[in-house]
């Protein structure tokens, strides 16, 4: 079973930055899309960023696009999250996932087609 590792998560002022990481336990899984989720309590997981496996494709939730960077180094089977000018509302828990399969870009932001999940970072984004 793939395990997927997070970091980088914490507390950050209003404007400010930060970097997440999520790390692929087995260096042999091959890596297809993989992708950001954040749930805040209370509220349904939704999708942040995604990015394909050759990283030509990405896909941004409208609140972020701007100030948000995925990418990707398959090399280290990492997905990265560059945050910036981050908002209040940006606090949540925020998962890493991954596709163990390949599927259609269609579904590179769909959750239901994310096979592999981490166990979260908190990012708390004061006012």
């Known amino acids: 079973q793939v395990q997927l590792v997070e970091s980088g998560g914490g507390l950050v002022q209003a404007g400010g930055s930060l970097r997440l990481s999520c790390a692929a336990s087995?260096?042999?899984?091959?890596?297809?899309?993989m992708a950001w989720f954040r749930q805040v309590p209370g509220k349904e997981r939704a999708i942040v960023s995604a990015?394909?496996?050759?990283?030509?494709?990405?896909y941004y939730a409208d609140s972020v696009k701007g100030r948000f960077t995925i990418s990707r180094d398959n090399a280290k089977n990492t997905v990265y999250l560059q945050m910036n000018s981050l908002k209040p509302e940006g606090t949540a828990v925020y998962y890493c996932?991954?596709?163990?399969?390949?599927?259609?870009?269609?579904?590179?932001?769909?959750?239901?087609?994310?096979?592999?999940w981490g166990q979260g970072t908190q990012v708390t984004v004061s006012s």
């Open positions: 996932a991954g596709q163990g399969f390949l599927r259609s870009g269609s579904m590179l932001s769909a959750e239901r087609s994310y096979d592999y």
């Open positions: 087995d260096r042999t899984w091959s890596v297809y899309g």
């Open positions: 990015i394909s496996r050759s990283g030509g494709a990405t």
